[in-house]
């Protein structure tokens, strides 16, 4: 099925430093969702990208999709400790049946030293 | 208003057990999913259902099985548990996904049972 290597796998930073997590396919991509997970939360979804290229803004977080559809990356400027959290990379696979299932990347675990 | 529910957020059992964790959506969404989340954070699909297919990840033992007593519930029963299950177990839902990108949307998560075997 479609997979995806999402790295770092840790990142630590200062607070108002900023942060990058990046996903990448062998394959392209139909499209791309990104996920945010609070220490001892869930999931939360944040955002979709479907075109080649195509950027999109949520206030501090940035996420790109590439030219080939092939990687992704989520950045965010000046983090705060608000940010902490594991931020996931999620793709459509197929699964048979006319049916798609959501295959996540492994997470980068973001930390943020106040 | 919880839009996705589940019963119980811990359990703590012993090995051989049976166990079952209950899912509930009030989104109207028609597909639902049950994933594992181990200890690396890993989450791993473990089915997905709506009201005309079933499909299972094949590396799922077939100990687990869901049950889908309608389109707004969707259950997980566990048998004769074992030390390696012990995991965080999610339910989500969606509406259905299809080939159409633009058209998919993102999952709804519940918020998690913590299930340890002892």
């Known amino acids: 099925g479609q997979q995806v290597m999402q790295i770092p796998q840790y990142q630590h930073v200062q607070e108002g430093e900023d942060f990058t997590t990046y996903c990448n396919s062998s394959?392209?991509?139909?499209?791309i969702q990104w996920y945010k997970q609070r220490p001892g939360g869930h999931p939360v979804f944040l955002i979709q990208?479907?075109?080649?290229?195509e950027v999109k803004k949520q206030k501090r977080l940035t996420f790109q999709f590439g030219e080939a559809k092939k990687n992704s990356s989520l950045h965010i400027t000046a983090t705060q400790t608000t940010d902490v959290g594991t931020y996931f990379c999620?793709?459509?696979?197929?699964?048979?049946?006319?049916?798609?299932?959501?295959?996540f990347g492994k997470g980068t675990k973001l930390s943020v030293i106040p | 208003d919880t839009a996705v529910s589940q019963t119980p957020k811990y359990l703590v059992t012993q090995m051989g057990n049976d166990k079952s964790i209950k899912c509930e959506q009030n989104?109207?969404?028609?597909?639902m999913y049950w994933y594992k989340q181990d200890s690396k954070k890993f989450l791993k699909i473990m089915f997905s259902?709506?009201?005309?297919?079933?499909?299972i990840n094949e590396t799922v033992p077939n100990r687990f099985s869901p049950k889908s007593p309608d389109k707004a519930h969707l259950n997980l029963h566990i048998n004769s548990l074992e030390l390696g299950d012990s995991a965080v177990y999610f339910c989500?839902?969606?509406?259905?996904?299809?080939?159409?990108?633009?058209?998919?949307?993102?999952?709804?998560f519940g918020s998690g049972t913590r299930l340890t075997v002892v």
């Open positions: 989500a839902s969606s509406h259905l996904q299809t080939q159409s990108p633009s058209s998919n949307y993102g999952y709804t």
């Open positions: 394959t392209t991509l139909s499209n």
């Open positions: 990208l479907v075109k080649s290229g």
């Open positions: 999620a793709v459509q696979a197929y699964s048979g049946a006319g049916s798609y299932q959501l295959t």
């Open positions: 989104l109207g969404h028609d597909t």
């Open positions: 259902y709506n009201n005309k297919e079933l499909i």
